[in-house]
């Protein structure tokens, strides 16, 4: 099956720093991916949608100044969390798909794990 | 806006029983609805997809049905395990090309 992968797994940062996260599409290619937030006990919230080569579209209440979207290939999609705060703390979670032509299915990468000092 | 209610926050069944979880929306019916599970700290696992207009699909030991008169989505494991235990996520989908929107999940826990 389709393999979605994240990078890094968890990270721990200073407030005022800038995180990058890496989504990667491992065996196939995806013209769009998405970025999801979770918070403990809740499920996941859209923060973006990314399609490659273009700007990525916003869920309401999302900051497109804080949460850089970069989608440069068809199996990388990148979201940078700028000058973080604790409240930014949080489960971002990426999808990619579907795979063209085969169906309607979304594949999730693990998760990363990011917490704000 | 849509909603989509799974209406138990979380279920406790004893090992070898059917657990049976609901997914319910308000407004038009999707024209796919989706069911992911998903275990703590980390992403969902896709598990079954079923079309507006099908009735019932099934997978080895999960069965999903779709009623879209009562806006309404059934969710059985059979002869379940411990290894079930698990977060399952309702999803819903308008097209092919547009967002999922996630249920708030029914946390599943199987005792032995």
């Known amino acids: 099956g389709a393999v979605v992968s994240q990078h890094p797994s968890w990270v721990i940062c200073k407030s005022g720093t800038s995180v990058k996260i890496e989504c990667r599409s491992l065996?196939?290619?995806?013209?769009?991916m998405f970025w999801y937030r979770q918070f403990p006990k809740q499920s996941l919230m859209l923060m973006a949608t990314s399609n490659e080569g273009s700007k990525a579209t916003y869920e309401q209440g999302v900051e497109k100044d804080k949460f850089l979207i970069n989608h440069a290939s068809l199996t990388l999609s990148t979201l940078t969390v700028t000058s973080a705060h604790p409240e930014d703390s949080s489960f971002y979670i990426c999808?990619?798909?579907?795979?063209?032509?085969?169906?309607?299915?979304?594949?999730f990468g693990p998760g990363t794990r990011l917490l704000v000092l | 806006s849509q909603k989509i209610e799974q209406n138990s926050e979380a279920l406790n069944i004893q090992e070898g029983k059917t657990a049976t979880l609901t997914c319910n929306y308000t407004?038009?019916?999707?024209?796919?609805l989706q069911w992911y599970r998903q275990d703590p700290g980390r992403g969902p696992v896709f598990l079954l997809l079923?079309?507006?207009?099908?009735k019932e699909k099934r997978k080895e030991r999960l069965k999903v049905t779709f009623d879209t008169t009562l806006k309404q989505s059934l969710f059985h494991i059979t002869a379940s395990q411990p290894a079930d235990s698990a977060t399952y996520l309702c999803?819903?989908?308008?097209?092919?090309?547009?967002?999922?929107?996630f249920g708030s999940g029914t946390r599943l826990s199987i005792r032995p």
């Open positions: 065996d196939f290619q995806a013209t769009t």
């Open positions: 999808s990619a798909g579907p795979e063209t032509g085969k169906g309607e299915t979304q594949y």
């Open positions: 079923i079309r507006e207009n099908e």
């Open positions: 407004n038009y019916s999707p024209a796919y």
């Open positions: 999803a819903l989908k308008y097209s092919s090309a547009s967002k999922i929107i």
